[in-house]
């Protein structure tokens, strides 16, 4: 078998053919995906029926696995249905039921649906995320896929000055509030306390640069709450334009994996009363590269 990529759009996004990701790869595989990564940003692979232990391990050929002190999330350790390693986004609760539309775990997971980059959250955001789709339900549920490079070229020379020494806050209380989930204990909303990052980033391997742009974004440093959150919402409408985007429709055994620092992702709707099991493993990213000199030290400033 021999790997190649075919694009699924005309500025992003590819399919990977002539793999097995269930089995060791070759160093020469390895380079080659990570090659396809940071020219597609997104990547296919279909019929790859992955165990969490196989899917765990083709992680690792790419990075170590993000690990972090804080959840990202409101689900407790002793809820998870699945093991260390893999993360569950699925609608199913730890003993396989579908959850009720009232609980809060939910609620959260509801979140997904706008667009985000994985970890943007955390004082350092992930690299890949990699998703496996398991059982799918028979409508909807569609992955959709922002290229933030295509988005960041197409701005015109007064937006790029503009946004060149901004640095955003990033929490989860912001994505949630969003959807109207305020219903956080004292010790979450102190857990998703935010952090900041510059709206611009440079990719450590493409050098492209892109907007850095996520619904946990709520404030941009030295900027009214509300001139930001439209300003915001204004450039996330640009970047998340047809152009920019890939939806990609599942197939059970689908691997999808994607880089958070040059993408922003959604979840769309599917029945909740059908099963959908998707598990994710994610990489650790490396600090966030500024644009400007001004940018990093402003986003390196401890938030008051
Ligand atoms: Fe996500």
């Known amino acids: 078998m021999t790997l190649s990529i075919r694009p699924l759009t005309p500025v992003f996004a590819g399919e990977v053919t002539g793999i097995d990701c269930r089995r060791p790869l070759d160093p020469e595989e390895v380079t080659a995906i990570e090659d396809g990564m940071d020219r597609y940003a997104v990547l296919v692979f279909r019929e790859q ?3 969490d232990e196989e899917q765990i391990a083709f992680t690792r050929h790419f990075g170590e696995l993000e690990s972090y002190g804080t959840p990202g999330h409101i689900r407790h350790h002793e809820e998870q249905r699945l093991g260390p390693g893999i993360n569950d986004f699925s609608n199913l609760d730890r003993h396989g039921n579908i959850m009720s539309a009232d609980d809060r775990v939910w609620f ?3 979140g997904d649906r706008l667009w985000h980059s994985d970890s943007s959250f955390r004082p350092v955001p992930a690299k890949y995320s990699l998703l496996s789709g398991r059982v799918l339900p028979s409508w909807g549920a ?3 896929f922002a290229d933030m490079r295509a988005a960041y070229d197409a701005l015109d020379a007064r937006a790029k000055a503009e946004i060149a020494d901004l640095v955003c806050e990033h929490s989860l209380l912001y994505s949630r509030e969003a959807i109207g989930f305020t219903g956080l204990t004292p010790e979450e909303i102190k857990a998703f306390a935010p952090v900041r990052h510059p709206l611009v980033r440079i990719h450590p391997k493409s050098g492209r640069k892109s907007l850095f742009l996520a ?3 709520g404030a941009i440093v030295g900027w009214t709450i509300p001139e930001a959150r439209m300003f915001l919402r ?7 334009q047809r ?4 939806s990609h429709k599942w197939r059970v ?3 999808v994996v994607w880089d958070n620092r040059a993408t922003m992702h959604r979840a769309r709707r599917f029945d909740r009363n059908e099963v959908r099991d998707v ?3 994610t990489l650790a990213g490396e600090p966030v590269i500024a644009l400007s000199t001004a940018a990093r030290s402003l986003a390196a400033q401890a938030l008051p």
């Open 142 to 144: 569609n992955t959709e």
């Open 108 to 110: 959260f997971k509801l």
């Open 279 to 281: 598990r994710r493993t």
């Open 215 to 217: 619904a946990h974004a």
């Open 234 to 240: 204004d450039l996330t409408e640009h970047a998340t």
């Open 243 to 246: 152009e920019f985007v890939y």
């Open 253 to 255: 055994g689908d691997l």
């Open 49 to 51: 029926p992955l165990t």
